[in-house]
């Protein structure tokens, strides 16, 4: 997967289009991301002694990655990411900019 944690990206898809936020965690096996802020559900919560009141909070769920694309840091466009190999070293391009990500 090119996504990695702390990128920035977009939501291209679905119901959350439009979104920006940074990757907090990557899920391999599974091919999904979790972006801060972004693919927000209502959850009820019974008391504990972190919420003593209980009530309704706020979970991000993960989205699939083929969903979201990178924003460039150099040229802040979205982007698909490309891969160069040199002095074997593999790193992220972008492909607009051809700038190391």
């Known amino acids: ?7 920035k990206i977009k939501v291209m898809y679905g119901k959350n289009r439009g979104q920006e936020g940074k990757v907090e965690k990557v899920y391999v096996k599974s091919e999904k991301i979790l972006i801060q802020g972004v ?14 009141q ?3 909070v706020d979970v991000p769920r993960p989205i699939l990655a083929s969903k979201v694309m990178i924003i460039c840091p150099k040229c802040g466009k979205v982007t698909r990411v490309g891969v160069k190999i040199d002095k074997n070293k ?10 190391k990500i």
């Open 54 to 56: 209980g009530g309704i």
């Open 90 to 99: 593999k790193f992220r391009i972008c492909r607009k900019c051809d700038n």
């Open 39 to 52: 693919n927000l559900y209502k959850r009820h919560i019974k008391k504990n002694d972190k919420l003593p």
């Open 1 to 7: 997967m090119k996504i990695k944690k702390g990128d």
